[in-house]
């Protein structure tokens, strides 16, 4: 009885023992399954942003902002071909290919080098995209929005473009739009500079400004010519800066280019109206003297997709697009 009586009790203990036993793992189970929850909230508030490393510093920017103001055209165009809408733009000197930006329900965020800080701020953005102009005021506009520098890096243009639209299509959601966009932009380039190659031409690009020329080389603002579509530069010396290197017509004589590419500032900037077109500031007796005249290779580019908004996907492929058509 004594033996029976004891292995009853052994059963009963380890019943309550493995009773205890499991209602604290449980509690345990409870406890990491709650952390879990948190970690989860935490990981969904994570893939909400997104860290994005530029130029003036590092920006935390949350996904699919609805409230955009952009001051660089190049990304405005982006932008539109991704199907992106937006809030603010400065509205003077927009490309006429964007034109539609110009309307009312737009607001007029200033200009393209100086913002207007109170409409900005009264907006109450979710993101800010600046370039070059703006780059001095990346910390007064960073304490009304997120802000981002995105302007194109000229000495590495293929990559740079290529890694901004990335970026818009990662914080847009427009990842596979961005991709497709680019793979079109990449066949095109490889196609033109088959061409050009083949062609073994070199080239100048100038800007004319009121009667003014400069030229930009290889690395430049429109050295995109040279480092992404071929061409050789027609002076390998030219001094790289945004403004480019001031030069005369006997200059461009001097050189004496196969193909003469040209940027009509002129044209573009507000109250230039009554401007000198370029075609007649170029032209003259001195330039006649080159192959680039007389084998009718002068090249007159779109200011809107060359000076205004460059690095888009739009104005990319109309800039290969002019290249290409002009080789003969």
């Not at 205890?20 to 345990?28: L, M, V």
């Not at 996904?63 to 103001?69: S, T």
Request: glycine share 8%.
């Amino acid at each position: 009885m004594k033996k029976g009586w004891l292995f009853t009790l052994l059963v009963v203990l380890s019943v309550v023992l493995a009773a205890c036993g499991g209602s604290k793992t449980a509690e345990n189970t409870g406890a990491s399954s709650g952390t879990g929850s948190e970690a989860n909230a935490a990981a969904e508030q994570s893939s909400d942003e997104i860290v994005i490393k530029h130029k003036l510093g590092e920006t935390t920017v949350k996904k699919n902002p609805e409230k955009v103001v952009v001051f660089d055209y190049g990304v405005l165009d982006t932008l539109d071909q991704l199907g992106v809408e937006v809030a603010g733009v400065p509205q003077e000197g927009v490309p006429s290919y964007l034109a539609k930006y110009n309307d009312a329900k737009y607001t007029n965020v200033g200009g393209l080098k100086e913002a207007d800080f109170e409409k900005v701020n009264a907006m109450k953005p979710d993101l800010i995209i600046i370039s070059g102009r703006l780059q001095d005021s990346y910390e007064e506009l960073s304490k009304i929005a997120p802000t981002i520098y995105m302007a194109v890096d000229t000495e590495d243009y293929m990559n740079s473009l290529t890694s901004n639209v990335k970026t818009l299509g990662e914080i847009f959601g427009k990842e596979k739009e961005a991709e497709e966009a680019l793979a079109s932009i990449d066949t095109s380039v490889k196609a033109l500079k088959d061409k050009v190659t083949a062609a073994g031409k070199n080239a100048l690009v100038v800007l004319t400004n009121e009667g003014k020329l400069s030229a930009y080389g290889a690395g430049s603002r429109f050295g995109v010519i040279h480092d992404v579509f071929g061409f050789t530069p027609a002076d390998a010396n030219i001094e790289v800066s945004t403004h480019g290197q001031s030069v005369s017509f006997e200059y461009v004589m001097e050189k004496n280019p196969d193909y003469l590419f040209v940027v009509d500032r002129s044209a573009v900037v507000a109250g230039s109206g009554e401007a000198t077109p370029a075609k007649q500031v170029i032209e003259n007796d001195l330039v006649k003297n080159t192959n680039a005249f007389k084998d009718g290779h002068i090249v007159y580019l779109d200011p809107d997709y060359w000076y205004l908004s460059g690095g888009g996907l739009e104005s990319i492929q109309e800039m290969i697009k002019e290249v290409d058509e002009s080789i003969q």
